[in-house]
């Protein structure tokens, strides 16, 4: 294993959400977790509540993290750190492997000279900014997105993100950047920002508390887009490939959780990296296979997606999985799960331009391909 060190931790710059750490659940052996780390163990930072909690969940309840291991001949065991602090936790080198977007690591890795290695995908950017439905920034009204966004600047309207730190917020940018002269920026920028809690902006934009929030259906906002009260001016991961980049996808883009690890554990332990993508893998094409079955199988797997009852949970597979709409929501384009952990090439590439357009925004760091490569697995 790799020493370990202490760093200094400018928590704006890289939280992805606000939350208290979870607790550490262990998967591939009994006991606790928490303690020193032993010889064989890797331990994994992951959020405790979305789809990626619900694919960890998965492969450990169906033992595939064990299963992968026998496959790759890896000797390895994995724990988890369950915490919404997984970005800090990673950087602080208390976590070998964190899922978080290879966005984020463009500029974690230049700015904290730390060589990363990106070796898988689960989910797209699954935010959107919510208006109340009929209100005066619903399209509808207003007599389409884009003026709809003009008016959410000419009215200075509160515009509220989870954090600066999180991919929306940078996405955000990217979106507004890329097709209008409108910049979303901390210091600045043309738009009336707030933060708030994550799971709270749904019901806080339904209230008229804020007139505009950056969420999801699998992020806190299921009841109010049940209910038809509020509904997506569009969602990142549509907007961005169509409108900014100018060309389809066949995934939601850009990523919002990548598998990253740094580059040193992986050259050391290629066999503990491919065992936990592997595993990863078959937990996603499980879910995918049978999205419903799975979120609603316990109350258990209900919490973990993050969700309050099983018709909210049903609402987020349907939606955000199989793409059904409502009265009042269309569908989104792409799903809020990928179709498989693997990056193609055609991924990588595309990322890879991506991350160079975002350079050029000033948004991550020109030298990002210095610090970040990908990895992939069959």
């Known amino acids: 294993m790799p020493e370990r060190h202490s760093y200094n931790i400018d928590r704006r710059s890289v939280l992805k959400a606000t939350g208290a750490a979870g607790l550490t659940a262990l998967a591939g052996c009994t006991g606790e977790g928490g303690g020193e780390q032993e010889e064989g163990e890797v331990i994994a930072a992951v959020p405790p509540t979305g789809w990626w909690a619900v694919l960890r969940k998965l492969a450990q309840d169906e033992g595939y993290f064990q ?28 976590a070998d492997i964190a899922q978080f977007g290879a966005l984020e690591a463009s500029r974690i890795g230049p700015r904290r000279d730390i060589e990363i290695t990106v070796f898988g995908k689960n989910t797209p950017l699954n935010f959107a900014p919510l208006v109340q439905t009929g209100g005066p920034y619903d399209p509808d009204n207003t007599g389409g997105v884009q003026q709809s966004i003009d008016k959410i600047v000419e009215d200075g309207a509160n515009f509220a993100i989870g954090s600066w730190g999180g991919a929306d917020a940078t996405s955000y940018d990217v979106a507004f950047g890329g097709t209008t002269d409108y910049r979303f920026e901390e210091e600045g920028g043309d738009f009336s920002v707030v933060t708030s809690g994550y799971f709270t902006i749904g019901q806080q934009v339904a209230q008229g ?22 509904k997506p001016l569009f969602w990142l991961k549509d907007y961005i ?16 959780q990548n598998l990253v690890t740094r580059t040193e554990f992986y050259e050391e332990n290629e066999g503990a990296i491919e065992t936990y993508y592997r595993a990863q893998e078959m937990a996603l094409q499980e879910l995918r296979e049978n999205p419903v079955e799975v979120i609603t199988r ?30 009042t929501l269309e569908p ?24 160079d357009r975002v350079a050029e925004l000033g948004l991550t760091e020109s030298n990002w391909s210095e610090y970040v490569q990908h990895v992939q697995f069959d």
């Open 67 to 94: 299963q992968a291991a026998d496959e790759v001949g890896a000797d390895v065991t994995f724990s988890f750190e369950n915490t919404w602090d997984d970005v800090p936790t990673w950087i602080a080198n208390n």
């Open 209 to 230: 508390d804020v007139e505009v929030g950056s969420s999801g259906e699998g992020m806190g906002a299921a009841p109010q887009m049940m209910s038809g009260d509020i």
């Open 241 to 256: 490939p169509n409108e900014v980049l100018g060309e389809e996808t066949e995934w939601g883009f850009p990523t919002m």
């Open 298 to 327: 316990s109350d258990e797997y209900i919490e973990t997606m993050g969700a309050g009852s099983e018709e909210e949970a049903r609402f987020i597979v349907n939606y955000g999985i199989n793409l059904e709409g409502t009265d």
């Open 332 to 355: 989104p384009e792409h799903a809020s799960v990928y179709e498989s952990t693997s990056m193609s090439d055609e991924y990588v590439e595309k990322q890879s331009n991506f991350f």
